[in-house]
């Protein structure tokens, strides 16, 4: 399986200045960088819709505070041993059924 390419913040910023100020069509300008032309319009919806600063901040969700990850954590076990609990309940009602 062929490794995704990853793009640089600057990379990104200087593509979309070429594209936007060269006046040429996003598929020249693309297969110049070597980047699909899908590519720079989805960088330039999130350069406007984020601005500069927030735009490109890199792949995957932001990395939670460790107070919160350490909650979820703790619903995430919480749930586990709910169903275990319900798992061993049934079980139980189950195996007194069959006692004489």
Request: proline content about 3%.
């Amino acid at each position: 399986m062929a490794k995704r390419k990853q793009f640089s913040k600057q990379f990104k910023l200087q593509a979309l200045e070429l594209f936007e100020h060269s006046g040429r069509q996003a598929t020249e300008v693309a297969r110049e960088l070597g980047v699909r032309r899908n590519q720079l319009y989805k960088w330039q919806a999130e350069l406007q819709d984020k601005g500069e600063e927030q735009a490109f901040q890199g792949p995957g969700r932001p990395a939670a505070s460790d107070e919160t990850s350490e909650v979820e954590a703790l619903r995430r076990e919480v749930a586990q041993l709910k169903e275990e609990n319900a798992i061993l309940k049934k079980a139980a009602a189950y195996f007194a059924r069959e006692l004489p």
